[in-house]
């Protein structure tokens, strides 16, 4: 007999239990910045995607506030019904002008731009080419696609060029992150745009974590890359979100004229959901202009950035995704320029789910909120802190969280 859906979802759950993967919410009153109140305690966020520190920014919240009186709460339809208010179409027209690419266009989130827009450019008989350890929503695009999916070896631009060598004769859809999201570390672009431009494949960048941080705020594919003197080409479809270092909620895809129209007719992520509010394509634009503007803000995160990892290196914690390539090594000793950590992203890998979660709940008894990242988000074993530093954090408050992971992450065994 088949049990009821309760029964069974109850037996899943405990299963969850069992091996230390059953996730809790926690309830966060009052603003998302850096002083933040979690489950009616006092402590300081180390976790957020908040890079730039315009989450909580009043001059943000007040545009967005003032928009909201003008436009009311919801656009109460999709984008090609009634919903496309001016508030979108000028936060798209500044994105492409900041990017310097012929049009932009919104979407409710990241996770479904990504759907959407693979789905709606390559089918069957296409071939997708990703990296490993490729955002889910990317996954989930390239499943939904119906496309081939050739995955290559992390950040390995030699294993792409062979997936790109071997996909059939359908296109070939090149895709990856530029950050990558639980290591912080960089997708070798250049050298995986060259591999795409050898084998006639599209390109397709998820700059989720490197808008507004990198390339002087415009992102990863921009110039400088981080990689002295290696130029990106444009991938032919960048996509970046709006709640991360812009501080407001959505995302967005720039491209080419056509790319753009067609994905307004194609992508059903798009045709056949609610516009979001237009108060909050205004306060993306008022984050916009922040993240424009505010050079400090990237100097300031940078600074912390170097003074984490020092502080990190003087304690003999090791700050590493746990990536490894298939010498065994991790990137902190194959030293690779690609690999320096240049980003907000750094990951404390401890191994074990009971370790990360145990030092997770030291941290946050000390006042340190950064949450253990555990398997199916990682790879088996490789449970970490992740913690992130933004703009919003001052040198006291690296220093703090320092001395408290002192305490509550031992040094890693040396390997044998
Ligand atoms: C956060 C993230 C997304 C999803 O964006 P949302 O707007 O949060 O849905 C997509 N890709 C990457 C790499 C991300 O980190």
């Not at 019904?81 to 990017?99: F, K, T, V």
């Not at 960048?238 to 709640?243: E, H, I, N, S």
Request: proline share 6%; net charge negative; with cysteine.
């Amino acid at each position: 007999m088949t049990p009821s859906l309760g029964a069974h979802l109850a037996r899943e759950l405990a299963a969850l239990e069992d091996r230390q993967r059953y996730r809790h919410r926690r309830v966060v009153a009052g603003s998302h910045g850096v002083r933040i109140e979690v489950d009616g305690r006092r402590c300081l966020n180390f976790c957020s995607n908040d890079y730039l520190g315009l989450a909580a920014d009043p001059g943000v919240a007040e545009a967005m506030a003032a928009a909201a009186r003008q436009t009311g709460s919801g656009s109460g339809a999709s984008q090609l019904i009634s919903g496309h208010n001016r508030a979108h179409a000028e936060l798209e027209e500044q994105l492409a002008d900041y990017l310097g690419r012929p049009r932009a266009l919104l979407f409710a989130t990241g996770f479904a731009a990504n759907v959407g827009i693979i789905d709606a450019l390559v089918g069957r008989g296409d071939t997708i080419v990703a990296d490993a350890l490729n955002h889910a929503s990317l996954i989930d695009g390239a499943r939904l696609s119906g496309a081939t999916k050739r995955v290559y070896a992390h950040a390995d631009p030699g294993a792409a060029d062979e997936q790109l060598g071997a996909a059939g004769s359908g296109h070939r859809l090149l895709v990856t992150d530029s950050v990558f999201s639980m290591d912080g570390d960089l997708a070798p672009l250049p050298a995986l745009m060259t591999a795409a431009a050898r084998h006639d494949a599209w390109t397709m960048v998820d700059d989720a974590h490197g808008f507004g941080v990198l390339g002087g705020g415009r992102g990863a594919c921009a110039p400088p890359y981080p990689v002295p003197e290696s130029r990106v080409p444009s991938p032919d479809v960048y996509v970046a979100t709006l709640g991360k270092s812009v501080g407001a909620a959505g995302a967005f895809v720039a491209g080419d004229e056509a790319l753009i129209e067609y994905l307004i007719q194609r992508a059903r992520t798009l045709v056949f959901s609610t516009a979001p509010p237009p108060a909050v394509a205004a306060a993306a634009s008022a984050g916009l202009r922040r993240l424009r503007e505010d050079d400090w803000r990237r100097a300031h995160l940078f600074e912390l950035i170097a003074r984490f990892r020092r502080g990190c290196e003087q304690l003999g914690i090791v700050v590493d995704g746990g990536i490894r390539d298939a010498a065994g090594a991790s990137p902190a000793t194959r030293n690779s320029p690609l690999e320096t950590p240049l980003t907000p992203i750094q990951p404390l890998v401890l191994g074990s789910d009971a370790d990360a979660l145990a030092a997770s709940r030291a941290l946050l008894e000390r006042g340190y909120l950064v949450s253990a990242i555990r398997p199916p988000t990682v790879p088996e074993g490789t449970a970490r802190l992740r913690v992130t530093l933004t703009a919003a954090h001052d040198a006291q408050q690296v220093d703090g969280l320092l001395a408290a992971l002192a305490d509550c992450v031992r040094p890693p065994e040396p390997v044998a």
